[in-house]
């Protein structure tokens, strides 16, 4: 099944970059852990049911989700420690005003368990190119999308932000201006 396609069929808006960032995330989900197992890590049933519901009303159908309802059967997918603290690095820097608190929440990790994935973060949230990725996160966190001033790679931007936020030094130099591996950092994706 294109879990993708049946999405977007669904979709309350297809040209909507948060649609679009939710649909990536969801089908890649499905795609790799089939339809009987939560999708987003950090979102319990009745949070995935809501996404799925306000974005996709009535994919649930389409997709036959059999979601599990038992705390056992989500558990593992909640308790990454790496999706939980990069939520709740975007949740402290999103504006109120862009969604209700639990649009924030399930923006918030579905974007985190996206930055888990191994292509860029536009790329893993299957958007149409890299320019919808500032405008995603300037949308729902201005304040953490406006401290990437130089155009560093969201992702590794956002790694870095939690480093910071946790006083923790990986970069191998003080400056990025100075260190050799700027191009990975700053060049094209």
């Not at 990536?24 to 939560?38: D, I």
């Amino acid at each position: 099944m294109d879990f993708y396609t049946t999405l977007m069929r669904h979709a309350v808006d297809s040209n909507d970059s948060t649609v679009l960032a939710l649909a990536g995330v969801l089908s890649a989900a499905f795609g790799q852990a089939g339809v009987h197992t939560l999708p987003i890590r950090g979102l319990n049933l009745d949070e995935t049911h809501w996404l799925l519901a306000h974005w996709f009303p009535g994919v649930d159908s389409a997709l036959f989700l059999q979601l599990a309802a038992s705390p056992a059967a989500w558990r593992q997918r909640s308790c990454d420690d790496e999706v939980g603290d990069l939520a709740n690095l975007l949740k402290a820097h999103a504006d109120p005003l862009a969604g209700t608190t639990i649009e924030i929440h399930c923006v918030s990790h579905a974007l985190a368990c996206a930055c888990a994935g191994h292509k860029h973060l536009w790329q893993e949230l299957r958007l149409r190119s890299r320019s919808e990725l500032p405008v995603l996160l300037g949308y729902w966190f201005p304040r953490l999308a406006q401290k990437n001033v130089h155009g560093m790679k969201w992702k590794k931007f956002l790694y870095k932000q939690l480093c910071e936020r946790e006083a923790l030094l990986v970069c191998k130099s003080s400056n990025c201006a100075e260190c050799g591996d700027f191009a990975d950092c700053f060049g094209p994706d």
